[in-house]
Antibody, heavy 119, light 107 residues
Framework: QVQLVQSGAEVRKTGASVNVSCKAS????????MHWVRQAPGQGLEWMGI????????SYAQKFQGRVSMTRDTSTSTVYMELTSLRSDDTGVYYC????????????WGQGTPVIVSS | SSELTQPPSVSVSPGQTARITCSGD??????TYWYRQRPGQAPVLLID???QRPSEIPERFSGSASGTTATLTISGVQPEDEADYYC???????????FGGGTKLTV
């Protein structure tokens, strides 16, 4: 069945970077866009950006531009999200979620990757 | 403005109808999507393109949109519907995805 399986929890110091992976199975990675969504503890969903796995093109939320990078490896059906210069308010759960087109609904979500940033 | 506004909370009794709204200037320009999120779980798509319900979603969930407001309606609310609900849309240019702030449904 269609699944997105994310990498495990991460703990980082402020100023460090984190790289979260999202492996797709049950479908061809190139057929769907991939979003990244963040959720701080007790807070709502926050859109971070999107990548087109077919050509690697990306679009990032203004808030994260300059600190986020989304890439993909089609040979392993895996997409990656790297966030740099981590701050304590980057603590949260990071989700990948696929969508048929860039502004359409996200029909399959990963299980989430908790990231804790502390000094 | 490029924002989607939801009420922070809605409370209904079992069997009643719950309506959760999502308002924004860009709502008429782009489709609205709705998600349910239970504690400790990833969100689940409930309503696609304003009104379409995925096959696995119960018929008591429906969506509508009029003017600058989209609405998620849950008919015959059940205790297991207690969760957080989020709307998703796009900014006025259609370039960026937006989420509403979320609504906690208490049953």
């Amino acid at each position: 069945q269609v699944q997105l399986v994310q990498s495990g929890a991460e703990v980082r110091k402020t100023g460090a970077s984190v790289n979260v992976s999202c492996k797709a199975s049950g479908y061809s990675l190139s057929t769907h866009y991939m979003h990244w969504v963040r959720q701080a503890p007790g807070q709502g969903l926050e859109w971070m950006g999107i990548t087109n796995p077919k050509n690697g093109k990306t679009s990032y939320a203004q808030k994260f531009q300059g600190r986020v990078s989304m890439t993909r490896d089609t040979s392993t059906s895996t997409v990656y999200m790297e966030l740099t210069s981590l701050r304590s308010d980057d603590t949260g759960v990071y989700y990948c979620a696929r969508a048929p087109k860039d502004t359409e609904g996200m029909d399959v979500w990963g299980q989430g990757t908790p990231v804790i940033v502390s000094s | 403005s490029s924002e989607l506004t939801q009420p922070p909370s809605v409370s209904v009794s079992p069997g009643q109808t719950a309506r959760i709204t999502c308002s924004g200037d860009a709502v008429p320009k782009h489709f609205t999507y709705w998600y349910r999120q239970r504690p400790g779980q990833a969100p689940v798509l409930l309503i696609d393109k304003d009104v379409q319900r995925p096959s696995e979603i119960p018929e008591r969930f429906s969506g509508s949109a009029s003017g600058t407001t989209a609405t998620l309606t849950i008919s015959g609310v059940q205790p297991e519907d207690e969760a957080d609900y989020y709307c998703q849309g796009a900014d006025s240019t259609g370039s960026y995805t937006l989420f509403g702030g979320g609504t906690k449904l208490t049953v």
